[in-house]
């Protein structure tokens, strides 16, 4: 069973924009962090942004710091979908995005949240390349 699924991928040019959106098919969860990771050909799957609660009130936010001011994550619960708003797109932002959910623990580190080992479930990936 699939149970999130990426969309929104596409082609730019480089100082282009992309909206990426995760939608969540099981139910929801009150204490868990989003994360979205890409991964590059040859290269590891790599932290990218994460957005992480407790109570499913107050949301907290962790980039990395080569797409700082530039990608945005948000989250509709509404929709139990998380977005990754990406701007002023460069090439080395290619590659395959994928979003995934974990379970935090009591205390969230930016690193524990940029970490693929942190996440149990995992989306299929969706393509972004971006040409200079």
């Known amino acids: 069973q699939v149970q999130l699924v990426e969309s929104g991928g596409g082609s730019v040019q480089a100082g282009g924009s992309l909206r990426l959106s995760c939608a969540d098919s099981?139910?929801?969860?009150?204490?868990?962090?989003m994360g979205w990771f890409r991964q590059a050909p040859g290269n590891e799957r790599e932290g990218v942004a994460a957005?992480?609660?407790?109570?499913?009130?107050?949301?907290?936010?962790y980039y990395a710091d080569s797409v700082k001011g530039r990608f945005t994550i948000s989250q509709d619960n509404a929709k139990n979908t998380v977005y990754l708003q990406m701007n002023s797109l460069k090439p080395e932002d290619t590659a395959i995005y994928y979003c995934?959910?974990?379970?935090?623990?009591?205390?969230?580190?930016?690193?524990?949240?940029?970490?693929?080992?942190?996440?149990?479930?995992w989306g299929q990936g969706t393509q972004v390349t971006v040409s200079s």
């Open positions: 957005i992480c609660t407790r109570d499913g009130n107050r949301y907290y936010t």
């Open positions: 099981v139910y929801r969860y009150r204490i868990k962090c």
């Open positions: 995934a959910r974990g379970t935090p623990p009591p205390l969230i580190t930016t690193l524990w949240a940029l970490t693929k080992e942190s996440y149990t479930t």
